[in-house]
C-alpha cells in the first residue's frame, strides 16, 4: 500500500481543454499502479457494465508504467465473480482457462477481461504470456485444489514477488505453504460463505462474528424499543465503549442513505430515539458463548522431561483421586485393583520368607498363577505333597486363588458393562424434531454440513432434509431425515420453523422449497442458496421475503481483497452488503503509517477494532482514535471492499470541519488545552499551543466531523470554550 501523490495542476490543465473543446465530461476510472499508484484513464461517458462509485476524485503521479495486472486462472463461478470485483477496483484482469466457457454466470464478463488465454495455466509459458512477471498478483481459482498448487508454485518461479491467492480447502497443506513460500493466502469459498447463510437463517440481533486472537466480537442490529434503555437518554458518541463501536445509524424518521456502508454518516450527538435501528461491533466477554474459532488452534509442545511426572506421587494420587470422585464402576475398579496388588505383594513376600532358597521371580510368578486361579498347577501333582509346606501356607494360597477367580469376575463384569454401553451408543437414536422455533436446512453437502455445525455452536435447535444416505456419524445430535424434499417437509414441523435454509445444488430445488415454506409458514425466514447472478438478480425482485446469497459472490469479495495483500480473516452480511474482517501490517510510507487512526476511520469509511503496536507490544481492542500507527503495527478494520479499495490507493476523504477555540479559564486550562488538541486531532503538540496561546483561534487545519465534535467535549473538560464552525463557514 503506497500513497498516491496528486497532481493537481496537470488535472486541470487536461480538464480545461477538454472544457473548451466541448468534450462530453468524462469517467475517471482509477487503476492501481505498482502496490498503490493510480492512473487516471479518460473515456466516454458510455454506460460500463461494473460501475465504480468514487466519492471524490484521486490524482495519479505521472507515470508511463502499465497499470497493475492480476491473473485469475479458473473463470468458473467463483473466478467470473472475482473478475467483476478486480475490475471494481480498477485494475487489468487476464483470465486464463483451459476452454472459453460457452455460458458465462455474469453477463459479458469477456469484454471485462483485458486478456483472455485458453490454455493450461500450470504452463510457464502460459503465465509468462500473461504478464506473470508484473502481475500484482495470481488468483488460482479452478474446481481442482491440486491444480491451484501446481499454479501458484509456477507463478512463483516465474515472479517471486507475486501475490498468491488460492483455493484449497486442505488447511494444514495450506498453512505449512504459507509459513514457507511469502504473499501466500488460501481459502475455501465454503467456509467464507457458510456464515452468512447461518447468520441469515438465525434472523436476530446477531448478524455478524468473528475471532481476533481468541477474542469474539459480534456485529448486532438494535431497533431502539420505547422502553430501552438508550431510548431517549444516550447520544451515539455515549455508546461508544472500551467492547463496543457503533457501526452504523439509521433514523426511523429519515430515509436510508445511499452510501456504501454509510459508515460516520450520521451526527454521533444524536439521541437515540424509539425505532431507530443501530448497528453496533461488542467485545464479548471471556465468559460469553464462544461459537466458532476461525483458526485452527496450534497444537502444544510436550516437553521432553514430561515423563518425569508419572514418577512422582502427587500425580498419582491426582489421578486416583479424579476417578475416585467419578464414582460407580470407577470406585469398584479402584477397590478392586488394590486388594489385587495387597495380595500380590503379601503372597510374593509370604512364599519368599518359608522358601529362601526360591529367587524373587519365582515367588512372584507363584502368587500371580494362585491369583489368576490355578491353584490345581501349584499343587495339582502328587508329589508336591512331599514338600514341606504348612497347612496355614496351603490354606492361604487356596484363599488368593478363590479371591483371584472372584476379582476376574468383577473384571469381566465391568468390561462388559463398558462394550454395552458402548454398543447401545452406537446405536443411540437421534433426538425428535423440535416442536417450534427451530432451522430446518435442505441438502447436507459441504455448506449445509457447514452451516449445520455453527447453528449446534450456537445452541440453535434445527433439522435437517437431505436426498443422501448418512451414517450415525453424521451431526449425531440432529435429527437428520434423507429422502425426497417435497415428502420430508412435512415431517420436520414446518409451519413452526423459525427459519429454513435451502442450500442443495439445484437452484430450482432451493426456489421449490422458498416457495413450499412461504404457504406453510409466513413468518419464516426463507434463505436460498444461488450459482447463477441473474437467476438470482429475479428472484431478489420477484420474491422479496427471501435472502437470496450466491456463496460464489460472498467469496469472490474476499478473494479479490486478499489480491491486494491484505489479509482477510473473515466476513459477514449487513444490509446487502459484504463486510470484511481484514488484517493491516503498517509498512513504511504506506498509507496508513503515521495515521491516528480517526484520520484512518472517518477518512477511508473504516472501523478499526484491534491494533497491536510493534514497538511498545501492546494490543488493544476497539482503540482510541488518538493511537498513531507506525511500521509494525497490526490494525484489524471492518471495510467493505470500497474501503479496502481507498486504502490501497490511499483515496482519504478530505476533512472539512474546523473547531474555533474561544478562551480559556486561566493558565492551567491553556496548558491542558494545548495538550487535548494535539491528542485529538494528531496535530504536533507546538502547534497546538499556538492555538492555545493566541485565543481566540481556529485550528492550522481542518478535521473530520467526529473529531472536531469530541474535541469541544474534550476542551469543554479541560475548561476551555470552543465551538464547531461547519464547512460552509469555514
Known sequence: MTGAAPLRPIFRYILGILTITGYAPPRMLISGLNWGQAVVFIQPATPKIYPMTVSRIVFAPETTAAPDTCIICGLGSLGQYCVVNLKNFGIRVTGIDLYRPKHWEVSQLDTLLD??????????????RAGVAQARAVLAVTENERVNIQIAFAARLLNPKVRLVVRSAKQNLTQLLGQELTDFVAYEPTQLSAVPFTLAALGEEIIGFFRLEGQL?????????????????????????????????????????PEELYLFRWDPETLAYPGDTLITVELQSASSFNPVATATPATAKVSGWQWQKWLRWEHWRERLG???????????????????????????????????????????????ILLLGGYGDVFGG???FDLPLPWWLRLLSLGLSLTGIAFTGVIYALLTEKLLATQFQFL??????PTQGHVVIVGLGRVGRQIATLLQEF?????????LEVGNEVLPQVPIFSGTTATLLPRVNLATAKSIVTVTDDELENLEVALMTRESNAQSQVVIRTFD?????????????????????????????????????GLFRLDGRTILVVEYEIEAGDTLDGLILA???????????????????????????DVRLQPGDQLIVLATSRGVQRVELGERLPPRHQVQVQKAMNKDAIFYGGNVIAQVTGFDLKSARHVMERLPSTLPEPIYRHQAQRLVRELAKAQVTSRLVPPSRA
Open 459 to 467: 445452541r440453535q435447535p434445527l433439522a435437517v432434509i437431505t436426498s
Open 533 to 569: 447472478p441473474m437467476f438470482s438478480d429475479n428472484v431478489r425482485r420477484l420474491f422479496p421475503f427471501a435472502q437470496v446469497l450466491c456463496a460464489n459472490e460472498i467469496a469472490a469479495e474476499a478473494f479479490a481483497a486478499a489480491a491486494f495483500g491484505e489479509n482477510v480473516l
Open 115 to 128: 486478456q483472455l488465454l485458453e490454455d493450461d495455466a500450470r504452463k510457464t509459458e502460459v503465465l509468462e
Open 217 to 257: 466480537f459480534q456485529v448486532h442490529r438494535r431497533v431502539i424499543a420505547p422502553q430501552d434503555p438508550w431510548a431517549n437518554s444516550r447520544s451515539l458518541y455515549e455508546l461508544y465503549s472500551r467492547s463496543r463501536k457503533v457501526l452504523s445509524y439509521q433514523s426511523s424518521t429519515r430515509p436510508a442513505l
Open 322 to 368: 479424579e476417578w475416585w470422585e467419578k464414582g460407580g464402576t470407577h470406585r469398584v475398579a479402584l477397590v478392586v485393583a488394590g486388594l489385587m496388588v495387597t495380595l500380590l505383594l503379601s503372597g510374593t513376600l509370604l512364599y519368599d520368607l518359608y522358601y529362601p532358597d526360591l529367587n524373587f521371580p519365582d515367588t512372584f510368578y507363584t502368587t500371580m
Open 428 to 433: 443411540q437414536r437421534r433426538p425428535p424434531v
Open 599 to 625: 484520520q484512518v476511520s472517518y477518512g477511508y469509511g473504516v472501523v478499526p477494532v484491534y491494533y497491536h503496536s510493534a514497538q511498545e507490544q501492546t494490543t488493544k481492542t476497539m482503540p482510541s482514535d
Open 382 to 384: 502328587l508329589e508336591r
